[in-house]
């Protein structure tokens, strides 16, 4: 079954605890792009990636960070996180053919609350 | 800073009737325009892509397009409960640009 699986779903934490969200997708996807979700701001992209090696800021990009080793992860990485990161993160993905960019498939999301 | 707008609503209508969600979008360069729907707790899904100007139908769903007028809208007709959710416009500047941005979404609902 062709899917995005991020992990944890829910997490709490407190500030400056570093952690870490996985994303993965089984469908060979180069494209791959991290979003926030807040009531009355809608979906933000905070960094995506267009292949292996090869990432760059989204518009809300502050206080994340990302990696892309593999083609099939794409983790989250927040090394001081803090309560205004407190959101809904999704992670999507979809075949690099220009404008097919926008045809994403997005993950279930991850529930991040920062005390 | 690019801009994408709906009016957030929530827009309701009967069930049978056509539902019409609108979306503008400011840079004029943009080039690829999507429709997600999302229920509440879950994740987008992308239901419409459309390129060209004009009226793009699959099923139920209508996607329009008019780049004069940076004007894109989807019409679902016969519409359902299962219908009732946010649907997200999403505005891409196409071939070259790998930012994709959303609209903060339209809540609709079907009334039964």
């Known amino acids: 079954e062709a899917q995005v699986t991020q992990n944890p779903r829910y997490l709490i934490t407190v500030t400056g605890k570093k952690l870490t969200v996985t994303c993965s997708q089984n469908?060979?996807?180069?494209?791959m792009s991290w979003y926030r979700q807040d009531p009355g701001l809608g979906l933000r992209q905070i960094y995506y990636?267009?292949?292996?090696?090869?990432?760059d800021k989204g518009d809300v990009p502050e206080g994340y960070k990302v990696s892309r080793k593999e083609k099939r992860n794409f983790p989250l990485i927040l090394e001081s996180p803090s309560p205004n990161q407190t959101s809904l993160y999704f992670c999507?993905?979809?075949?690099?053919?220009?404008?097919?960019?926008?045809?994403?498939?997005f993950g279930e999301g991850s529930r991040l609350t920062v005390l | 800073q690019k801009e994408v707008e709906q009016n957030s609503g929530p827009l309701s209508v009967p069930e049978g009737a056509i539902a019409s969600l609108n979306c503008t979008y400011s840079?004029?360069?943009?080039?690829?325009f999507f429709w997600y729907r999302q229920y509440s707790g879950k994740s987008p899904e992308l239901i419409m892509s459309i390129y060209s100007n004009g009226d793009k139908e699959d099923g139920r769903f209508t996607a329009q397009l008019n780049k004069a007028s940076q004007y894109v809208s989807l019409l679902i007709r016969d519409s359902q409960p299962s219908d009732s959710a946010t649907y997200l416009c999403?505005?891409?500047?196409?071939?070259?640009?790998?930012?994709?941005?959303f609209g903060k979404g339209t809540k609709l609902s079907v009334i039964p």
């Open positions: 990636s267009m292949n292996v090696e090869v990432t």
């Open positions: 840079d004029r360069g943009s080039q690829s």
């Open positions: 999403a505005v891409s500047s196409g071939a070259g640009s790998y930012q994709l941005t």
């Open positions: 999507a993905s979809s075949l690099f053919r220009g404008r097919d960019t926008g045809e994403l498939f």
């Open positions: 469908m060979n996807h180069e494209y």
